[in-house]
């Protein structure tokens, strides 16, 4: 029912039947809009698990113990500098050697495959959260020191005080390097389709082969692209408001 192209009130719904747009046998809407579903999927599964992992490494970074912040380094150097496509070839196929080695080990000498949904998370979700721990690294930095020693001073212990006085600081001020890296996301997903997830662009692609119609179809995933980039800018705008409010109030 909400899917923006091949719902009650979908774009290619619009469209009718008789067009190479339009949804069911007749068309190729309903493989595109199979498709936009796996790219938005990807983008939010991916952002979280990202989040998360940057803000440890950030933590890491920062950390008083020497290995751990060297470790922390080595990380963000390594997927800030590899390729995006290439971090998912090693990840896709690595993992599946890896793992089938494990079970050989174990007896079993069966063929393993990885889930490509699977992978290409993983792989977004490592080089998301490179970029994103030196964002909240900076972000770490700009907050004070005084305002750690407050949280000392009203008996709060660490975890208290970073929950209930250091994150709100940090994502006021993460929040403008944290939409662009978003904004990257979503392009980014377009990788997936290399390791065969059936996502807008490789959608387009396979009805590109089909139909002989490249610029209809490429020119279709180019304005599906941006209609997403247009509305996350609307809502991480709401948000960006959300999160000053506190600041203007005093």
């Known amino acids: 029912m909400f899917d923006p192209l091949c719902g009650p009130v979908g774009i290619f719904t619009w469209l009718g039947q008789s067009t190479i747009l339009a949804c069911g046998d007749t ?23 990202g989040l998360l992992i940057g803000f440890i490494v950030a933590l890491g970074q ?11 380094g080595i990380y963000t150097t390594i997927f800030r500098g590899l390729p995006e496509l290439l971090t998912l070839f ?11 080695s494990v079970l050989a080990w174990f007896g079993y000498d069966g063929r393993v495959e990885i889930n490509a949904f ?10 998301f ?21 407050a949280g000392d001073a009203l008996g709060l212990h660490r975890g208290r005080t970073m929950m209930l006085i250091i994150l709100p600081q940090l994502v006021r001020i993460a ?23 059936a996502d807008v ?29 247009i509305l996350s800018s609307f809502g991480l705008r709401y948000i960006e408001r959300w999160a000053k409010r506190s600041e203007i109030s005093r």
């Open 90 to 100: 090693i990840i896709y196929y690595g993992m599946q050697i890896l793992i089938q």
């Open 201 to 229: 662009l490789r959608q387009t692609g396979v009805a590109v082969k089909v139909t002989k119609e490249a610029f209809l179809f490429y020119t279709l995933a180019c304005a599906i692209y941006l209609g997403l980039a």
């Open 129 to 149: 959260s490179s970029y994103c721990s030196e964002v909240l690294l900076s972000a770490f930095r700009a907050i004070p020191k005084g305002q750690y020693e």
């Open 27 to 49: 068309g190729w809407g309903d493989e595109i809009a199979a498709g936009l579903k796996v790219t938005v999927a990807v983008a939010l599964v991916t952002l979280p698990i």
């Open 118 to 127: 699977f992978s290409g998370v993983i792989a977004l979700s490592v080089v």
């Open 62 to 72: 920062q950390s008083e113990e020497k290995a751990v912040r060297l470790a922390a």
């Open 175 to 197: 929040l403008p390097g944290l939409v662009n890296l978003w904004m990257i996301l979503l392009k980014d997903t377009s990788y997936v389709s290399i390791i065969g997830l």
